[in-house]
């Protein structure tokens, strides 16, 4: 009898919805696509996304730019990071991450993480002592939120300036607070695979008038920064106006339009998440070898996707795993293949910053495997999902090498 098999895609996200549909073609109707292209009394498209995310988020400022990764290395750069910088960040990210640190000319000091795939907060404290770094890029990856609450603690002991990495947390709470307000400035992607979808794009917020003057004219706002009504007042921008470069990386009103009406579903959008994620990861955890990472009352989380440790299992018999789970239509991916494939959130493949010693993340990831929920998927998806790993598991060795 043949066993189950999955044949739908881990990459097919949902259609723009039809306001948003409605709202794109009046922008391209109108011609006026880019931002700052406005008839008298009009607000721009980013302009108003600027407006509402800020609200949505709670946070007092929000600019809307190109790409998650562009508001990560603008938010370094507005807040004083340059050559010469050291910028700590976990070592389990993506590579927009250290990009952006290796984009402003700064070093990156790469931290451990724990079996729950969080910075470790001890090796945090040790490497800000030892590095003299002043900022803490953290980057909340797959969606796992550390003990916010003693990292901020750290980062004000040891002077360090915070900015999140918010790419798998839009929507995500530690302790009823959205991730991103917990440091200076969060920053958020808009690309297809996360949590809103413009095809590309970026938000970053931050309650920092100062701040925000600085990365509103990096971003490339040609002195037209009053039309930044999620913005700063003018004073903000009087010393610095013309002492900060323009880095031409706005977004443009049609992403916008396609943006914002996606706001408003974000809250529901959470819970179908968590509701897939959590029906996968009961069934997962349920096998005896497969160890999910804890998730702290605290957390809040957003189930994009889930990750899973299978602790021991050999590179051989890993790969053997994704192979058997892929041949029936489940396609995971697994941190521990020597080439990245499609991704690169290993540091090994970070090539142009100084190679780092990290053998306890390293351990980690060779036992992690990780799989995108798209809202395409239904709960029966989900059971079918957990049918073929289950199965596969059955017919792989999870063990060591001899
Ligand atoms: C996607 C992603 C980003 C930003 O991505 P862009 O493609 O630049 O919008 C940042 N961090 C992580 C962890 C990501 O997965």
Same mark, same amino acid.
């Given at each position: 009898m043949p066993g189950p098999r999955f044949t739908s895609s881990f990459t097919q996200q949902e259609p723009i919805s039809e306001d948003g549909v409605a709202a794109a073609l009046a922008v391209m109707r109108s011609g006026r696509l880019h931002r700052y292209n406005t008839v008298p009394g009009e607000m721009a498209e980013a302009a108003a996304l600027e407006r509402d995310y800020a609200e949505w988020q709670g946070a007092r400022y929000c600019l809307a730019v190109a790409s998650g990764g562009q508001a990560m290395q603008i938010a370094l750069r507005a807040s /004083?990071?340059?050559?010469g910088s050291v910028v700590l960040s976990n070592a &389990? @990210?993506?590579a927009p991450v250290p990009g952006a640190i290796a984009g402003v000319g700064a070093r990156a000091a790469l931290v451990e993480i724990t079996p729950d795939l969080v910075i470790d907060l001890d090796d945090l404290q040790d490497k800000a002592q030892a590095c003299g770094a002043t900022h803490l890029l953290l980057s909340h990856m797959r969606g796992h939120l550390c003990d916010m609450d003693r990292l901020m603690e750290i980062a004000a002991a040891r002077n360090l300036t915070v900015i999140e990495d918010c790419a798998h947390t839009m929507g995500a709470t530690w302790s009823g607070r959205r991730s991103g =307000? &917990? /440091?200076l400035a969060g920053c958020f992607s808009t690309q297809t695979?996360? #949590?809103? =979808?413009?095809?590309e794009g970026g938000l970053l917020t931050s309650n920092d008038a100062d701040f925000m003057a600085r990365a509103t004219i990096l971003s490339g706002s040609y002195m037209l920064?009053?039309? #930044?009504?999620a913005g700063p007042g003018p004073d903000a921008y009087a010393a610095v106006r013309l002492e900060t470069p323009n880095l031409s990386a706005r977004m443009d009103n049609l992403r916008a339009a396609l943006l914002r009406p996606q706001i408003a579903r974000l809250d529901g959008n959470v819970r179908r998440w968590n509701r897939l994620h959590d029906h996968l990861a009961a069934r997962l955890a349920a096998h005896p070898a497969i160890r999910l990472p804890r998730r702290p009352s605290q957390e809040g989380y957003v189930g994009s996707s889930i990750q899973f440790l299978i602790p021991g299992i050999s590179d051989r018999n890993a790969a053997g795993f994704v192979s058997r789970a892929a041949a029936d239509g489940v396609e995971l991916k697994w941190f521990g293949a020597p080439e990245p494939a499609g &991704? @690169? %959130? @290993? #540091?090994? %493949?970070?090539?142009?910053?100084p190679a780092q010693a990290l053998p306890r993340t390293d351990a980690l990831l060779a036992v992690l495997f990780d799989m995108r929920l798209p809202l395409t998927f239904d709960i029966d998806d989900c059971e079918v999902i957990a049918e073929v790993l289950l199965a596969a598991a059955d017919r792989s060795d999870l063990a060591g090498a001899a």
């Open positions: /004083g990071v340059g050559p &389990f @990210t993506l =307000n &917990f /440091g695979y996360k #949590h809103m =979808n413009a095809g920064h009053d039309r #930044h009504g &991704f @690169t %959130s @290993t #540091h090994h %493949s970070w090539r142009y910053m």
